[in-house]
């Protein structure tokens, strides 16, 4: 490679003076004091979330209202600080949803050790636990910061997801039961 | 209004009243001062600065209360608050007498200077005018050097005093700074004086002469010694920056390199002291260079106070015409004040071989030959 | 009133400079020796010398003793132990004792002191800034001359044996 010296430029009266720059750079300055400001008042405006971000995980409904978690505990088994902690249980078979016959009878969340790595959401075969717009976890007590099942669901909401993979399995069961041609 | 009330009161209790209203209107002052930096720094860093804290007492008052609450001046009565009760420690290895005394020292100067610089003036029945001030010394600008040179001694004291580095290096510079620029700011006003004192009058250093001369009728006479001599107050501005210790010359407290400084050791009340020394001495440093290159409580250069009291038919009332002139001259130093936090909030700190240098090698040079190329067109100008 | 404050000043001038040949910490010595500076300089202005009062402050207390303690805490100097008296140093003390009797005992006695001016249209020498200059550049021009010439002897003395010079040809 070849070098290539640069001749560096003598400096002008003006500029060893330095006072043709600090005027620049107080026009510069001047020019800030009277834009509008760039932050936020954070508390009453909030940022815009993008799309994709991965905050809190949460859990989610499907649009019938039933709870999408079938407590496999792949999401316990996956996460790597082990911040979630799955009860399981079955679905009582009196319930119109007995046909999926297991969802979780406790689901905590410790936010004190959630890394928000999105393992969760990648392993989970049901698509019920999602990480959301959520981004603000505050409280006094480690008990606070742990969030329970009914909070999850208040969080999560329902997913807008049309699948019903579970009742059109039920769908296709009777079908088949009644038909008799699988 | 009837003024022989008040000179009729015996001299200890005009002088104690003085002496607590330049302690009634400085500290407020400074402390707005302190706020308005805030403010500025925030607002040229695009951010909206201190706009929270407001008392849940007095939420209920419409328009005043946010408004208030928008300029931080309840975080300012808190942080206020917050200096007088607060612990404040004295650490084991300091010398005691001389670490209290220091903050004690740097408002001596601070609060002293400002009693002999006049701060407006009024018309008497005569016309004349009659200047606003404290004391009306015949030595003015040698007493508010005198007075201000002593405001080394509580930096100094501090840094030695707390016996530990970065306090001692932020006094060592402090002191060498201190006297190098004493010398380029002296040197750089005797034009004006020089200027000032045509032969054959009483000679005078008084600083509402400097005033008054610079609204004389005519093209010269009328014209600001900021403009008459702008070499001269492009020094006095610099060492002006450097004798009050601002950007881009805060070596004592660079906290880059020396934590705080000089007052690395200080905190609560005692540091609150120096803090607000400093805003002191920016603001009397700020009346004095109004008073001595932009005309002081005159409106616009060729537009005297005279003149402007004569378009707004006040001339008769000594009361009217000093609040304006009192007015015009707190708006010149507010609008200084701005100029200073506008130039910390846009310039690097100095290296402190730099600051050596440019007050020795270059202000130094060029005070002295400001003042002989001034001395000789005076002259000229006099033979002439 | 100002014969109450004239003896205050004088006693502190006075008790302030004792203390500063008698502390042992030099820190100590600069601060009472800039009281005393402060207390003269209120002594000029019971004579109505604001202008010398101003200049006293200005130059000593503003400017030379910020110096000495400038120096005072480059070197590091706390007290320690002091040279016990020697001969010679019993002999000059003496000696300078001896010439400063003599000095102010002349001074006392054969000075000629001008009565002070009663006429309000001649004000004292120091009073007003042009009486003092007036008296500065023509009854007093060969002593200021004088005085400023030893100062610069002394500033260049100073700059000779503090520069380390290895041959002649630094000096050039």
Known sequence: MAVIPVERKPLTLAERTYIPQIVHGLKTTFRHLVAPNVTLEYPEQRPEIPGGYRGVPTLVRDPNGREKCVSCQLCEFVCPPKAIRITPGEIASDSAQAHVERAPQAFDIDMLRCIYCGLCQEVCPEEAIWLQTQYSMTGYTREEMVNHKDRLYELGGTLPDAHLKWDKKKAAEDAAAHGGHH | MDSSLYFDLPIWVRVTLQGVAVIAVLFPLAAACSMAERKISAWIQGRPGPNRTIPPFLRWIPVVAPVLQKLGLFQLAADGGKFVFKEDPIPGHVNKVYFVLAPILAMIPALTTIAVVPFGAYLDSAGRAVPLVLANVDVGILAVFAVGSLGVYSVILAGWASNSKYPFLGGVRASAQLISYELSMTLSVLPVFLWVNAPGGSGTLSLFDVVQSQSQPGFWGGMWYGVLMPISAFIFLVALFAETNRQPFDMPESEADLVGGFHTEYGAFKWSLFFVAEYCHMIVGSGVFVLLFLGGWHPLPWVSLEMVSGWLHIAGSPVLTGALATLLFLGKVVAFIFFFMWVRWTLPRFRYDQVMTLGWQKLLPLSIANLIAYALAIALIERA | ?172
Do not use: C, H
């Open chain 3, 1 to 172: 009133m100002a014969d109450l404050l004239f003896y205050v000043l004088g006693g502190v001038t006075l008790g302030t400079a004792a203390l500063t040949v008698l502390s042992r910490n030099a820190v100590n010595s600069a601060m009472f020796f800039l009281l005393s500076l402060l207390a003269t300089a209120g002594l000029f202005v019971l004579l109505d010398a604001y202008l010398l009062a101003v200049l006293l402050v200005l130059v000593y207390a503003g400017a030379v003793v910020a110096l000495f303690l400038f120096i005072i805490m480059l070197l590091d100097m706390q007290g320690g132990v002091r040279p016990p008296f020697t001969r010679a140093t019993i002999a000059a003390a003496v000696a300078a004792t001896g010439l400063l009797t003599v000095g102010v005992l002349s001074f006392v006695k054969r000075a000629q002191l001008s009565a002070a001016p009663v006429s309000p249209d001649l004000p004292v020498v120091g009073a007003t800034l042009k009486s003092y200059a007036a008296q500065l550049f023509t009854t007093y021009l060969l002593p200021v001359q004088v005085v400023g010439f030893l100062l610069l002897i002394a500033m260049l003395g100073v700059i000779v044996l503090s520069k380390r010079f290895e041959g002649l040809e630094d000096i050039k």
